[in-house]
């Protein structure tokens, strides 16, 4: 199967919280997991990916963190700021395959 | 690099009207890709091309859309005759073979 499934759909933070979303996957052939991050009226923009060698990556304030056991991999935002308020999407693919198929999108809201 | 280019960025028509869209990918990106977003669907893949070839169009929803490549640098996505739901955003993403997609700034299709 080739869904990937995304939780929350809307996510209220305070500032200064941390943000967690999550996204759970079926086909154990996925081998690529990107976010992306979408700002109103903007197109989805890379934000951070992980292989399934890793279990975690950490790039700023966002981590993503990878359990390969469980299908499941999530995206954390330490010290959340307004600026981060935007719609984010999970996604897997297959190496050699070009194709993601993303998940339904979390909309995070960063309150002051 | 520019970036990707969509054309136009907003689309108002009637119902059984023609509708093009436009995309520029970005230059030596040799994966094209269409993609379609409502609040209800999320974010869906139409189609892609791989080197001006489709590769895979099981995402088109019917025989009233209609997608080409003529070459590197431009496609099209075309709806004929348009119906009221087929009113969302319609983005167009390139690549190369690095995983990284990178999305235009959508086409917000209305059909009235």
């Known amino acids: 199967q080739q869904q990937v499934k995304q939780s929350p759909q809307s996510l209220i933070v305070q500032k200064g919280g941390i943000s967690i979303i999550n996204c759970a996957y079926e086909?154990?052939?996925?081998?690529?997991f990107p976010w992306y991050q979408q700002f109103p009226g903007k197109g989805p923009a890379l934000l951070i990916a992980?292989?399934?060698?890793?279990s975690e990556k950490k790039e700023g304030r966002f981590t993503i963190s990878f359990n390969k056991s469980a299908k499941q991999f999530s995206l954390h935002i330490m010290d959340s700021q307004p600026g981060d308020s935007a719609t984010y999407f999970c996604?897997?693919?297959?190496?050699?395959?070009?194709?993601?198929?993303f998940g339904t999108g979390t909309r995070l809201t960063i309150i002051p | 690099d520019a970036g990707v280019i969509q054309s136009p960025r907003h689309e108002v028509t009637e119902m059984g009207q023609e509708v093009t869209l436009r995309c520029k990918p970005i230059?030596?990106?040799?994966?094209l890709f269409w993609y379609r977003q409502t609040m209800m669907r999320g974010l869906e893949l139409l189609i892609y091309?791989?080197?001006?070839?489709?590769?895979?169009d099981s995402g088109m929803p019917e025989d009233r859309f209609s997608a080409k490549m003529p070459n590197a640098s431009f496609s099209t996505l075309k709806i004929q005759p348009s119906e009221p739901r087929d009113s969302a955003v319609y983005f167009c993403?390139?690549?190369?073979?690095?995983?990284?997609?990178?999305f235009g700034p959508g086409t917000r299709l209305t059909v009235l």
């Open positions: 086909n154990t052939a996925f081998d690529y």
């Open positions: 091309f791989n080197n001006n070839v489709p590769i895979d």
């Open positions: 992980i292989r399934p060698d890793v």
């Open positions: 993403a390139s690549s190369t073979n690095t995983d990284t997609q990178y």
């Open positions: 996604a897997a693919s297959i190496s050699g395959n070009e194709k993601l198929t």
């Open positions: 230059s030596g990106h040799d994966y």
